[in-house]
T-cell receptor, first 116, second 113 residues
Framework: GAGVSQSPRYKVAKRGQDVALRCDPI?????LFWYQQALGQGPEFLTY????????KSGLPSDRFFAERPEGSVSTLKIQRTQQEDSAVYLC??????????????FGPGTRLTVL | KNQVEQSPQSLIILEGKNCTLQ??????????LRWYKQDTGRGPVSLTI?????NTKSNGRYTATLDADTKQSSLHITASQLSDSASYIC????????????FGKGTHLIIQP
């Protein structure tokens, strides 16, 4: 019973570089969420997938952020032309069913991105 | 605006002592409130979830309370252990957004031997 895994765990990028962060949700989980967590802050919602469909991307801070989940399992969050303000921990969470008030999310360990 | 405020921001206590963390929220409509534990370098892990009608819920040495009238919740940790050192995040479901969640900034708890 593997949990949600994310890779890489740490990423250092030079300003202007593109990065790709991977999330492997728990097998069979329908819902997948991406969050951005700045140092000392709670997670902030970025985007939500139900299977392969991206149903909400209202939290993505700019058009430099792009997420996909083409086969409804693994998801990739891509950040183009990284800026220093993108430095944060990026958390992925999955849930076994669709949106519902009591559905529990299972979080991955996060990817810590540092942009120099 | 939906908000979740937690206090204190950080707390240091001696091993074996008890402590209480506070959470005040202004989220509408309200569905449920969760407490998460986030160890350093790890993702949040759910401790408790409470609905509108629940006042108290326990999970081992963790006891959460909810007063839906005053929109306050607390997390009480009994007989603290070194492994309790972590950030504790209060999360309220019910507002807008795809996930419907509003996260607090967390209380950073350090247990000293």
């Amino acid at each position: 019973g593997a949990g949600v895994s994310q890779s890489p765990r740490y990423k250092v990028a030079k300003r202007g570089q593109d990065v790709a962060l991977r999330c492997d949700p728990i097998s069979g989980h329908v819902s997948l969420f991406w969050y951005q967590q700045a140092l000392g802050q709670g997670p902030e919602f970025l985007t939500y997938f139900q299977n392969e469909a991206q149903l909400d991307k209202s939290g993505l801070p700019s058009d430099r952020f792009f997420a996909e989940r083409p086969e409804g399992s693994v998801s990739t969050l891509k950040i183009q032309r990284t800026q220093q303000e993108d430095s944060a921990v990026y958390l992925c969470a999955s849930s076994p069913v669709g949106l519902g008030p009591y559905n529990e999310q299972f979080f991955g360990p996060g990817t810590r991105l540092t942009v120099l | 605006k939906n908000q979740v405020e937690q206090s204190p921001q950080s707390l240091i206590i001696l091993e074996g002592k008890n402590c209480t963390l506070q959470c005040n929220y202004t989220v509408s409509p309200f569905s449920n409130l969760r407490w998460y534990k986030q160890d350093t370098g790890r993702g949040p892990v759910s401790l408790t979830i409470m609905t509108f009608s629940e006042n108290t819920k326990s999970n081992g040495r963790y006891t959460a309370t909810l007063d839906a009238d005053t929109k306050q919740s607390s997390l009480h940790i009994t007989a603290s252990q070194l492994s309790d050192s972590a950030s504790y995040i209060c999360v309220v479901r019910g507002g807008g957004g795809a996930d419907g969640l509003t996260f607090g900034k967390g209380t950073h708890l350090i247990i000293q031997p």
